[in-house]
């Protein structure tokens, strides 16, 4: 396994679905920045299973404890450990699933490359690991705010049929997409994003869809190419989000269709700095930012755990039916956000340490 | 910058475009695998520049030389340097762009990150610099070829509006798809594709594509959780290729308006292994090599070098009118092929070293 | 900071003195590993100050929580999470020392570095940072142990003036090791190694000394050239350890006074394998494992905090006297033991796994 | 095999003894340093064999060229690839050992390791491997001085049983340690380990050594505990030479026999800054710099290969006697002088880099 990712920005997580505690260390963030338990226990909350009626009832106060390297407040350089303890564990509800790998889970890989069946859930393949990714994101997130002015904002831009408008224009604040449980800050959408996610449910389906990020203020510069673009580490930290299907960055897929006179960005004066008419390049260019807003989105499947009767192999290749228990969301796009936006916190917050300014 | 990728089978990149040459050295390949420098370049060949009429007429030989790490036609575990000379540099060709930061370019953001403006070309930013990628990747798919089975091959599927039916099923060869200059191994597609790019270079212009990527070979249980999943790595791998605007897998963006009961891939006993009946999810569960083909597609933008008039600022940031010297391709997509074909091995070759079998 | 150690084989350590808690997270150790806490705990309890009258009166009762990563006593694949909880803190000690760096130790230089005067004890620096990895270092060894027969012990060889017989040939065991509370596995020089530290409290100072290692069962062929030769990464894994101050492997020193004639290991069948007459080198050749036993020796300086008065300058430059307070060791040779076997454990289980053995 | 140094200012080297070329491509210098090929080849030419009568008789230019990461004199910020051919190779002189491992060199780890006998010479084992380094550490070097006024010069400061006084306080330059071939800069000192080597050539034999490595100007704070002390990463650089035994920092192994009362460095002020009286520290505390001069020792075995005659077993375990053949120095300690500098100069660039100063 791999459970580190930064590269002077570090985090480690660990944990499993169903064990006493989930947790990361962040290693590399610098001293000095103010950071409280709260900060990052209101990204957690917003995580949080249970929170409405579109999420899991699993109930999770998902408390985090700081362990290390924040003093008074503020860093101070030493690794910081956060800890979150599991509470509302049901392992029972798994346990009937050990002879038959769940279909689009991990429960068959994990065997064939671990040689073991985790007890209950899905151990580290359980969505319930991102957790650990939004607090390590909350500290880097208040890295970013202090020292570079930096605001990230994500929000649900569609589910299953359902698109909501380009918000981008109107960079919606966290507060406006929090007003809607869906996470869509568009109401006329976010109404029939409920639906869509509400008539899947009933009919013991699920459902998929797409979050669209918007990252203003970071400065012009940051990325390391060739191989570590801030395209391509924001590629990495997005897919690497259990369900995560696809990544685009400014005009994506999109471009593939488009001549060169219609995508390229005509550079402009804007004050003091040249930015660009057009965005279609996403806020980079040769994987360096331009100082225009990072726009990139990414596409979830449909959770896997469905209610409906499924036909599939058990582990001996026997044809069995299986229906799906656990506690699952129907759609994980609402809680996808905060976990999207702590991904892209932490590959900006090492992106910002990696940059080695000009003299 | 970061030029080197990979944990164990590493890479580490050099080389302008316009200097006297690029090259790779390749740290951590096995011992004992027989590799020649005519294998190296076959793919050299076809990511070559002036091949036919689809592409830039710049003249390369791209003859690459093997420094170190192979003897008598195997490797000896030493690292491997690969060196390939340019012959047919040009730099005063892009000396009158000094003043003007060529849109959708790197110019203005190497400027700013790195205080130079490069004498000539893109420097590191420029699409030569895959030169590197392809030699390395030769060496990895001759690994993976030896030791595991592992058979890649990409082709172009889209060009502009132009669209290739689903060609998974039938496996083309890598012969099959160099039969046409457009790399798209559908003759009646191909056709279109050509007549596309063609009238995009005859009004001046460019136009953008899709890549489709398949893996067959590749065995159960690659990829390293929580953050490398194999997903991941090819996702970081193809976003960082010039030009790359976006990554799907499997059901990629399509999987965002599914339900689960549609996307879900059923088990079933398939010879002695549990197979899936179909492949949404694209070779692999959790990050990890299910032991089914592992499909993805790449998107890239048009090239950003025109021949069309554009009114853009100058570095001053007063407005100018530009139009494209150099020589570039109308399309990237033909010979982006074997540099998707070279990045996947890359990361195919590094999961299979970083794999730690069970007992 | 830095606080990962290891390529494959990784532990991020974190916590500080007088924290909640201190601990560890292993990541890439391979799945079913038997392990329990009782074996973790070992290691544990010969690291614990005050288990006798040569170590600090502080009383911890460094009891391990595993909080992932092992299940039903066997490691899964997923990263462990160790948790040492502090309970016998005493902060008030150190409140005085806040204006007067304390003389060869870490205070100033974390104060310039980090801008924190750390509000008790050393942080970071404080020598209870290596109790994260003594409880690292036992999952290694468990590795080591039942994967590859290794075997690793380490003694107190040297105590100020006093030094032991070569004890190498006797190949002394842990057990024998830790009949005498001094560690030196030779009765009578542990007697007068003893009688050095008493003698050095009772002045109100402290005396340095030297821990050997020896490491049986190593398979020729771990250590990766040029710059990860084994004996780079045991000198880099000794000299992380506080208070180092040198370390040589196999002739070390003397060597600079040989000549090759002397110092040449011939060669001789062993058995099956080619094994050397001496052992000048140490166990490796080239940085690589060469079948004998791997021998090195670390250098302690004495314990920075004394109660003799010291004469020292405070922040500002004013000097002071000061006489030392905190509980300390007046010797760290003893419980230096446990955590040089750690570090090595450590660096033996990466270099297992980096190994890539020919076909 | 691993042929990457550092974090952020990282090399990667490659080249066998007897192939075509040796080089480095240094990856994370920042943009805008001045570096010239004459630089570089300053440092080449006093590692260089053949430039006096105490080395080896092989004649190589080593030549640098400058492949790319430098223009117009600057570094760009790209990779900077530095190439050394091989022109004096006689691999005929290796031939007749390729039935017998040679005594105390890598024939045999090597050939276990990796499954083959090097065609020639020591592959990467052999200590011309080395070029590669000093080439690199020129680089290192002129970043340290450009931007942090940093100074480095090494010396002989011991060859068999003749031991130079400590030149520590006189802070000899390189010219100064240059006027004598030994490269000890005491002139009476010199005169008598020139004799020793001489003695030990004339005997067939060979001698090993010390040298001691003084760096002035390093500001207060570099350095990443708790495994990235300087100390450790220096350790680590110095034990990957090959032929070296031991490292020793400060007071060293010196120290183990001292009580804390001797041993500590009292602060003082001195001028602005806080300093120390003494400097049995090494120049840091806690593994980071402490602002006082650095200072360490390595030591270095006698050269394997004697014209002596041995007795040792083939491959196949049969006692032979062998008489070294090949063109090798009688001591390796003035021509390891300049490579000592360079590691130096790599680890402290990286420091350098990685540190992160407070706001």
Partial sequence: MSNTFGT????????????????????????LIPVSENEIQ??????????NKLTTPRKEADKVRIISGIEKGQTTGAPIALLIGNTDTRPADYRRFSSVPRPSHADLTYFIKYGILPSSGGG???ARETVSRVAAGAVAEKLLSVRHGVHIVAWVSSVGQITAPDLIESAPTRALV??????????????????????????GDSVGG??????????????????DK???????????IPAAKGFEIGSGFSAARM?????????????????????????????ISNGEP???????????????????????GKLVKITGKGRHDPCVLPRAVPVVEAMTALVLADAALRHIPTK
Same sequence: chains 1, 2, 3, 4.
């Fill in 8 to 31: 002077i920005f570090r985090i480690t997580t660990f944990g499993e679905s169903h064990g006493p505690a989930l947790g990361t260390v962040i290693d590399g963030c610098p001293s």
């Fill in 42 to 51: 209101t990204q957690l909350d917003r995580r949080r299973p249970g929170q």
């Fill in 124 to 126: 580290r393949a359980s």
């Fill in 178 to 203: 929090d007003k809607f449980a869906v996470r869509c800050p568009d109401a006329k959408t976010a109404k029939e994003m409920t639906a869509e996610i509400e008539n899947a449910r009933n009919s």
């Fill in 210 to 227: 797409i979050v669209t990020c918007l990252c203003r203020g970071v400065k012009a510069g940051w990325g390391e190419p060739v191989f």
């Fill in 230 to 240: 801030l395209s391509a580490m924001l590629a990495h930290a997005m897919m690497s």
């Fill in 259 to 287: 001549r060169g006179s219609e995508h390229n960005d005509l550079f402009v004066k804007k004050g003091k700095r040249l930015g660009t008419v057009t965005n279609k390049s996403g806020g980079m260019q040769g994987g």
């Fill in 294 to 316: 990072i726009i990139f989105r990414v596409a979830f499947k449909p959770t896997a755990t469905i209610a409906k009767e499924q036909e599939t192999a058990d582990f001996t």
